[in-house]
T-cell receptor
Framework: QKEVEQNSGPLSVPEGAIASLNCTYS??????FFWYRQYSGKSPELIMF??SNGDKEDGRFTAQLNKASQYVSLLIRDSQPSDSATYLC????????WGAGTKLIIKP | ETGVTQSPTHLIKTRGQQVTLRCSSQ?????VSWYQQALGQGPQFIFQ???????GRGNFPPRFSGLQFPNYSSELNVNALELDDSALYLC??????????????FGPGTRLTVL
């Protein structure tokens, strides 16, 4: 059974601080890794994807991948109240396997 | 560029009925995937269509079926509805069917309630 695990939260972070979201996966054959943001009642919105070990930066967001540890994370710098949402980790190996998401709350 | 659209936005059905949900893919995308998202859970993969053929299926019973049309729009059909089928149904289109780069673009979803 392929699994993707995330802490459900909520994770509460002060405005302007760094939010750190984590995800582990069970399938060593997984090829690419995605972070989606989902606001309540809305569909998931892609933030970024990564498929090589190391860091990938896009604006305030940094994705980190460690395939040996089967671990992927998302850092959000200078957190804003508008970043408050559920963050979903998804892992691709012939199909997308999703975690249940981490609820992030940015406190003004 | 037109995004992914879905219809209807909300639907209420009773147990045992049948339902058809519709999706119009983003322009230029030939692959569509359908997901079921129960409240508080991540999306669960139902199936994927590529050029009108089913190209992968998740752990869903045969009463979940689909179609993709030549214009790449698609349908999800669910027969003999059960209470547990109540969920947000998401359609996502992508320009590739395989490879490690598989960015998917989601529609707004259809909220199905089964009473």
């Amino acid at each position: 059974q392929k699994e993707v695990e995330q802490n459900s939260g909520p994770l509460s972070v002060p405005e302007g601080a760094i939010a750190s979201l984590n995800c582990t996966y069970s399938d060593r054959g997984s090829q690419s890794f995605f972070w989606y943001r989902q606001y309540s009642g809305k569909s998931p919105e892609l933030i970024m994807f990564i498929y090589s070990n190391g860091d990938k930066e896009d604006g305030r967001f940094t994705a980190q991948l460690n395939k040996a540890s089967q671990y992927v994370s998302l850092l959000i710098r200078d957190s804003q109240p508008s970043d408050s949402a559920t963050y979903l980790c998804a892992v691709w190996h012939y199909q997308l396997i999703w975690g249940a998401g981490t609820k992030l709350i940015i406190k003004p | 560029e037109t995004g992914v659209t879905q219809s209807p936005t909300h639907l209420i059905k009773t147990r045992g009925q049948q339902v058809t949900l519709r999706c119009s893919s983003q322009s230029g995308h030939n692959t569509v995937s359908w997901y079921q998202q129960a409240l508080g859970q991540g999306p669960q993969f139902i199936f994927q269509y590529y050029r009108e053929e089913e190209n992968g299926r998740g752990n869903f019973p045969p009463r979940f079926s689909g179609l993709q049309f030549p214009n790449y729009s698609s349908e999800l059909n669910v027969n003999a509805l059960e209470l547990d089928d109540s969920a947000l149904y998401l359609c996502a289109s992508s320009p590739e069917t395989s490879g490690i780069y598989n960015e998917q673009f989601f529609g707004p979803g259809t909220r199905l309630t089964v009473l």
